[in-house]
């Protein structure tokens, strides 16, 4: 089995979102007690405050990079799996990644969840056509 980089985005673009993710929940701490008068102002400050934050800038940035990232995958790989096999870990590593900076405790059910979804990815990932772009011939090879 050929490990590429197709095969390696599958886990490095839910560690960079999902660590970037609670990351910038972080960065973004006190920006709903900023109050001005209207709505078009309240969000032109809510968004100036952060943005000029370098603790939810720069995550957004790395979280962006992952994106694009995602994109290439996207068009290297199987669509049947690939969604839902990065963004099932994506949650996966948000709470992890939470749980270790120190937001919250995981519940013994968020626990049983992470582990229900990876074993779910285990099973999608056995699957031999998880890097095929045609998914015509995959479809008729199945019946």
Known sequence: ???????LSFIIVPLVWGITNTLMAMGSRGVDKIKRGNIF???FFELLAVVLNWRWFVPFLINMCGSLLF????????LTYVPMIINSLTMV?????????????LSKYSQMGMALIIIGVCFCTISPNLTST???ETISSEL
Do not use: H, P, R, V
């Not at 089995?1 to 095969?7: Q, V």
């Not at 590593?93 to 120190?102: A, M, Q, V």
């Open 1 to 7: 089995m050929e490990f590429t980089l197709s095969k």
């Open 41 to 43: 102002s309240q969000f």
């Open 71 to 78: 994109y290439k995958t996207l068009g290297d790989s199987n």
């Open 93 to 105: 590593i948000t709470g992890i990644s939470g749980w270790l900076l120190g937001e919250k405790k």
């Open 134 to 136: 045609d998914n015509a």
